[in-house]
């Protein structure tokens, strides 16, 4: 993984330890689908999407104002990718996500916060081939979402998320053969962790 | 509407615009005739042949001590046609059994005259070296008996200048042939040219091996 995704990480987290009380972590786990990568036009229509995968999400936040926070929120996901043509999908092997999040959080409801952010996602294929000929590819990423927290130990929140998150895709290997813009993807997780709460 | 109203509607309409329009696929029209014409009774018939998804990866079996270098000319000619592809239609992996070869690769020259049955692909007409392709088409051009027989054979001393780049382009031709492209080109820039003229895979080839990866194939590979 990039250095520009770990140094804004260890960062927060180092400077977290003199505000340890103020501050929140979160790790959680779940699963991710995403809107189709690509479309092509090969005799008949072709695109591509990632398959539903399974998602880490990892986060810290400290007090900005009363009521709401900042921080930073880290996922990983792993899953397969497959082309669909005429109506029949073929394998395209594993492809790796990361993505990094500098957010916002604020309250809805007692229980039930919102979150913005914006940061940036890499793609990181398990082989350099076909749509990722030249590599993987970072793009710059959007995304808002709602947290529900409900305290189950002295210290522990149960935390369930939804998110959504946007940014356009496109890769080197499709770019030098031609293809012009980029592709808007959408993402959608839902996971349920552990939060060590602020009381 | 006031100018400045009329800018910031313009300039909003081209960020939504933007924002939701989807990636834009490139033309693929330029490629070449790859079909082998056989003679018919009933007249021309076309052979249009490809890898299906479950032969993948082929298996490729290569003489390695009939040619200097045969297996690692072979195997970069592998490397250059699956870098056609952005779906992966076309995968190739050399084996070390022959009997289990869909493509058996020789370093030493074609037989004088292909077995009755066979169709023969001759090529690469350079000094320092020759290539053919066989193929065993069934009579009624439906089915394509496996292992294709490429060869890839010197033709001057092992140490003449040149001899390299010759074993180099010309497996990349024959595999040409083994992934489908069943024709000559008509261009001299296209590494499929009859009597090939350059090192690598022209535009033009690589979009008739991507094209051709997405038509129904006339025949089957069968056994070996």
Known sequence: MPKSFLLPALLLFAGATGLEAQTDYYARVGVIGASKLMRDVIIDDISVRPSIAPMLALGASLPIGPGYRAGLEATFASGSYHQEEDGVESDLGTLRTGSLLLGFDGPIVPSLRWRVGAGAILYWPSEDAGIFLQGGTTKFLAGFGVDYRRPVMTKWDLMASARYDYHRFTTEELERRGFSQNQPVSRVSLSVGLARGLR | ?224
Not at chain 2, 47 to 54: K, L
Not at chain 2, 79 to 106: M, Q
């Open chain 2, 1 to 224: 509407m006031s100018s400045l109203s009329r800018h910031v509607t313009i300039a909003l309409a081209g960020a939504v615009a933007l924002a939701c329009g989807d990636i834009g696929a490139p033309v693929r029209n330029d490629f070449y005739e790859w079909r082998l014409i056989v003679p018919t009774a009933g007249g021309p018939d076309t052979v249009h042949f490809h890898w299906s998804r479950e032969d993948l990866p082929v298996r490729v079996w290569v003489a390695a001590d009939e040619a200097p270098d045969l297996p690692a000319h072979v195997q970069r000619a592998i490397d250059t046609w699956e870098s056609a592809y952005l779906y992966g239609e076309f995968r190739g992996e050399l084996v070390s059994d022959s009997n289990t070869a869909d493509v058996i690769v020789r370093g030493v020259p074609a037989p004088l005259k292909a077995a009755a049955r066979t169709t023969r692909l001759p090529s690469a007409l350079a000094p320092e070296c020759g290539g053919a392709t066989d193929l065993d088409i069934t009579p009624d051009l439906s089915q394509l008996r496996l292992p294709m027989r490429v060869y890839v054979d010197p033709r001057v001393s092992l140490d003449t200048p040149g001899l390299a780049d010759c074993l180099a382009l010309t497996s990349i031709h024959e595999m040409g042939h083994a992934i489908g492209i069943f024709a000559h080109s008509a261009n001299d820039a296209d590494i499929m040219f009859t009597d090939p003229q350059v090192d690598l895979p022209s535009a033009r080839d690589l979009g008739t091996a991507e094209v051709l990866y997405h038509l129904d194939p006339t025949i089957e590979a069968v056994g070996p």
